[in-house]
Structures are given as structure tokens and as C-alpha cells.
């Protein structure tokens, strides 16, 4: 098996995370696995773009997708058909336990372009240059690989994978030590505390 792993787009990553997956790597190497460093020429493209513009592609297919979905309901008790009427449903309903648990995703999904607008398009354009062409594609071709390998949340790796609607596996890598220091998501939800499981995809 050819693996690629995308170095130039591995940043910002958990000093454990990372730790454990070059020991998973070099446990795939001694089965017989072939590394190769590839390198995804528009890492520094996507390094420059802006956060809002990444995101709009997004924003716009969720709303879209969203409204879609609550007009297929058969039965729609709380008259549900749009992003804003989830939003409101969410902070008036005390069921939702609004705002312990918040809405922020959403209401900068809501901010975002329409689905059927040209700055939608050209976005969705760029981004599909970006995570194929010039991203996981290319090194794939040019590298003859058969999986890119990369730690969990790496970006852009995990954004380009999802964009393309790639197969993507969540592979264990082990667990936080015990004298991990926790930290919260928000409230009582934590992503990083002692014995949370690590992953990377492939």
C-alpha cells in the first residue's frame, strides 16, 4: 500500500495527537507500507484565503439542504421550514436548553450566501481547485497512492476530504494520558481530557 502524508498541511496540531500518529505511521512502514511526503500545492493558497470565504460553500448548501429536508417531512408539528425557524424553535422552546446549549453554528450558517447566488458559485469553484486539482487529487495522481493519511481536524486535509465527498476512515490511535489537562468545548463539553480517544483518518 502506497501511503501519502500531506506534511505541508499538517499544522496546529495536538503535540500527543501528532505523536501518536508517527508512531502509527511507523508501524504501517514495518508492515510493509510505502511513505511518501506529498505536498498539496495550494496549502498556501488555502493558508491566505479568508475564514468567511471557506465557509460560505458551506453556509449555503446547509440552508439549502436544511429546507429541503423539512419540506420532505410528512408530519412538520412545529411548522419548521427554514434555518431561522429552527433558530427561533431552539431559543424559545425550553426543551432545546437554549442558550446552555448554543446555536452559534447556525446563526453564521444563516449569514452566509444562497445557494443559488453567482458568489456561491465561484467559491464552489475555487474550492473544488483547491481540494482536488491542487490538492488531494493531484498528490494522489502524482504520487500513484492508494490513501493520504493525516492526523484528526487537520486542515485543510479533513475540509478537503469532506468537499469532495472522499471516503474518509477514523482509524484509533490511543487515548489522552492520564495527567492530560481538560479542555472544554463549551460548558460541560470537553474535547481534549484524560482517556478521550485519539483518531486519525486515511
Request: aromatic share 10%; proline share 6%.
Amino acid at each position: 500500500m502506497r501511503i501519502g502524508v500531506p506534511r505541508n498541511a499538517i499544522k496546529d496540531v495536538d503535540k500527543v495527537i501528532l505523536e501518536h500518529f508517527e508512531r502509527a505511521l511507523k508501524l504501517l512502514e514495518s508492515a510493509g507500507a510505502i511513505l511518501t511526503d506529498v505536498k498539496f500545492s495550494s496549502a498556501e493558497e488555502w493558508s491566505k484565503w479568508d475564514a468567511a470565504s471557506k465557509r460560505a460553500c458551506l453556509q449555503a448548501e446547509f440552508k439549502h439542504s436544511i429546507e429541503g429536508w423539512l419540506e420532505s417531512l410528512v408530519e412538520n408539528p412545529n411548522e419548521l421550514h427554514s434555518l431561522s425557524d429552527i433558530i427561533n424553535f431552539t431559543k424559545t422552546d425550553s426543551r432545546e436548553s437554549y442558550p446552555q446549549r448554543d446555536i452559534q453554528r447556525w446563526e453564521w450558517i444563516k449569514d452566509g450566501p444562497e445557494y443559488n447566488s453567482l458568489e456561491y458559485k465561484e467559491f464552489l469553484e475555487k474550492m473544488y481547485r483547491l481540494s482536488g486539482e491542487q490538492g488531494i487529487i493531484g498528490a494522489m495522481d502524482e504520487h500513484q497512492l492508494d490513501v493520504i493519511a493525516y492526523p484528526t481536524n487537520t486542515d485543510p486535509a479533513t475540509t478537503f476530504t469532506a468537499r469532495l465527498g472522499l471516503p474518509a476512515i477514523t482509524v484509533p490511535l490511543g487515548f489522552y494520558p492520564k495527567d492530560t489537562t481538560p479542555i472544554s468545548h463549551r460548558g460541560d463539553i470537553y474535547n481534549v481530557a484524560p482517556n478521550v480517544p485519539l483518531v486519525f483518518y486515511r
